[in-house]
Structures are given as structure tokens and as C-alpha cells.
């Protein structure tokens, strides 16, 4: 399986961005996607996570009523609309996939995720 994500970049506070995470080399039909953070000096922690199929989708709750996880299965591509961003959220961000049914109390745990992109930085300051 191979992760590719993109979309980062330098962005004022309150601006947005929008990541993609596009998805190959697998052929299960289920699978989920998260999306994960990590800053300088802290841990690396979930932001969001959607499932292939259904409508279930999860939030830290840092950035609920901000981000929007999003899918397009015909391109396996999953996307993270980051609207209203603050200084907090600069980080490298890194999107995973999982051949597991996420839970709202495993969809943040890393140890769910088989493979990972290589992350792409987002940088919020004025």
C-alpha cells in the first residue's frame, strides 16, 4: 500500500487548506483512512478518520466544527478540509490506512494503522 499526501503549506490564521491523501496498491474493499499530526517536540495525534464504506467519521475534538474528512472511493483519494486554522495546528501531517474497523475508541490509536504517508507540513502563522 502506498500514501501519498499533499496539500500542505504556509497559511494565515483563520485561512484554510485542504489535504489529500491518495491511496494504491491494495484491493480490499474496505479500508479506513486517518489522519494524524505531529509538531515539533510533541506526540504524533489523530485528527480525523473515515471509513471506505458508511458514514462514520471521527474528530479529535481540537478541530471538530473545523475539519472535514472526506472521501472520493473511484479515486481512493481521502481529503482533509482544514478551515479556520489556528497557530495550534502547524504540524506535519501524515494520513495512514487501515484494514480494521475503526471505533470512536480506536480510530486515534497508531497501532490501527498497517502503512503511512510521508507526511506533508502545515504551517499556520502571520
Known amino acids: 500500500v502506498q500514501l501519498q499526501a499533499s496539500g500542505g503549506g504556509l497559511v494565515q490564521p483563520g485561512g484554510s487548506l485542504r489535504l489529500s491523501c491518495a491511496a494504491s496498491?491494495?484491493?480490499?474493499?474496505?479500508?479506513?483512512i486517518g489522519w494524524f499530526r505531529q509538531a515539533p517536540g510533541k506526540e504524533r495525534e489523530g485528527v480525523s478518520c473515515?471509513?471506505?464504506?458508511?458514514?462514520?467519521?471521527y474528530y479529535a475534538d481540537s478541530v471538530k466544527g473545523r475539519f472535514t474528512i472526506s472521501r472520493d472511493n473511484a479515486k481512493n483519494t481521502v481529503y482533509l478540509q482544514m478551515n479556520n486554522l489556528k497557530p495550534e495546528d502547524t504540524a506535519v501531517y501524515y494520513c495512514?490506512?487501515?484494514?480494521?474497523?475503526?471505533?470512536?475508541?480506536?480510530?486515534?490509536?497508531?497501532?490501527?494503522?498497517?502503512?503511512w504517508g510521508q507526511g506533508t507540513l502545515v504551517t499556520v502563522s502571520s
Open positions: 495512514a490506512w487501515s484494514p480494521k474497523v475503526p471505533t470512536s475508541s480506536s480510530w486515534y490509536k497508531l497501532n490501527i494503522y498497517d502503512y
Open positions: 496498491g491494495f484491493t480490499l474493499d474496505y479500508w479506513a
Open positions: 473515515i471509513r471506505r464504506s458508511g458514514g462514520s467519521t
